[in-house]
């Protein structure tokens, strides 16, 4: 097998010691992958950057790159920036269980007969970390501000997720990736549904490291459960507190009546507008995402089974009469992915995360502020002309 080592550092150079010291391996080193080394060689081997391996079409003349990165987001990265230009011979170097994705310099690469060691995996038996993933447990709320960003203010039908049904999602993505950063619970108002203790719990068992947030607007957290409160002190989870203008005026109470349960909190600044995104002329999606993505495009989520870039856009499909459009099924379809698909990976989400989808379209690449208030919604408070 002819491999390149993507990384010049200790721990690659690490990985070509363990290959070049095996009498018995038939693995031979060609080149080395690496972004920030100066040097033009290292033992005799060229180096190059990822572009320039790719533009010389060096990939063609090795069998696999084991990507020799050290620490466990650079890697990941670096695996999914790989997979974008489309090769997918990589092996990662690590040691990974249900909690961690560690690398350790002195774990073996090689077993004795000179293939690759339990340490070395092909990069599909690595699950993957996601940054962030939100559910709605509550698809209404108990204010009604203009230009809600998931269209609270003009549900038709009140829905609650139920715990069965959430906990399926859960069970699909623990088979998927190994964490996920920042779990978001949210709405509409999630203080709404009479079940959020359970959500909070099952989130923290099958997600033992993520941190979680119960994103709400805070008028009701006075009254809220006991079992509520014990859920979200056993589980470390946090209400995270959208302080708009009625909150505020409540601050004081929230805060005592959380830190005397000794819940955490996180307090936003004081939102004083929302943003219109939408657009119904023709506008590029690709143009949209190009300019949004590394803030707007970031907040992923999960409804009916499926996995989707961005929650807005989703949650346009179901009040779609309301702005007088229509949106084909299959378009939302082809706008995520599904879940329950045993074939779909982390590794499949990352790349999907990494490009428009056709229900971008409605994305505008620009942004009109509208000041924050409660009234009658109009479709107009959505939309950038």
Not at 191 to 209: A, N, W
Request: with cysteine; net charge negative.
């Amino acid at each position: 097998m002819k491999i390149a080592i993507y990384g010049a550092g200790y721990y690659g150079q690490y990985i070509y010691n363990e290959i070049m010291n095996h009498e018995r391996t038939e693995i031979s080193v060609c080149f080395w992958i690496d972004n920030y080394i100066d040097e033009q060689s290292m033992h005799n081997l060229p180096i190059y950057t990822e572009e320039v391996f790719f533009l010389r079409d060096k990939f063609k003349e090795i069998d696999a790159i084991i990507i020799g990165i050290e620490n466990a987001k650079i890697a990941q990265d670096i695996t999914l920036s790989l997979l974008l230009k489309g090769y997918d011979q990589l092996y990662l170097a690590c040691l990974e269980t249900e909690q961690s994705f560690a690398f350790r310099a002195k774990v073996p690469i090689l077993n004795e007969d000179g293939n690759w060691g339990p340490s070395v995996k092909f990069f599909k038996k690595v699950k993957p970390k996601l940054k962030f993933m939100e559910v709605l447990v509550s698809n209404y709320c108990n204010l009604n501000c203009r230009c809600c960003s998931h269209f609270s203010n003009i549900v038709t039908e009140k829905k609650l997720l139920s715990v069965d049904e959430f906990e399926t999602y859960l069970v699909q993505l623990r088979k998927k990736v190994r964490e996920i950063a920042t779990f978001q619970l949210l709405g509409g108002e999630p203080l709404l549904h009479p079940q959020l203790d359970e959500f909070v719990s099952l989130t923290r068992r099958y997600f033992p490291g993520s941190h979680i947030d119960v994103v709400t607007n805070g008028l009701l957290l006075q009254k809220i459960s006991q079992k509520l409160i014990d859920a979200m002190v056993l589980s470390n989870a946090t209400f995270f507190i959208s302080q708009y203008d009625p909150t505020r005026e409540n601050l004081a109470e929230i805060i005592r009546f959380l830190e005397n349960r000794q819940i955490n909190y996180y307090i936003s600044q004081p939102l004083t507008y929302f943003e219109s995104v939408l657009t119904f002329q023709e506008e590029s999606g690709e143009k949209a995402y190009a300019r949004r993505f590394k803030t707007d495009c970031i907040c992923h989520s999960i409804a009916e089974g499926r996995i989707y870039l961005c929650p807005t856009l989703e949650r346009l499909y179901a009040v779609q009469d309301f702005f007088g459009i229509h949106i084909e099924e299959e378009e939302l379809l082809n706008s995520s992915l599904d879940l329950m698909d045993a074939d779909v990976d982390g590794w499949d989400m990352l790349k999907y995360f990494s490009s428009p989808v056709p229900i971008c379209r409605f994305c505008c690449p620009e942004r009109k502020e509208i000041a924050w208030e409660t009234g009658k919604p109009e479709p107009k408070d959505w939309i950038i002309s």
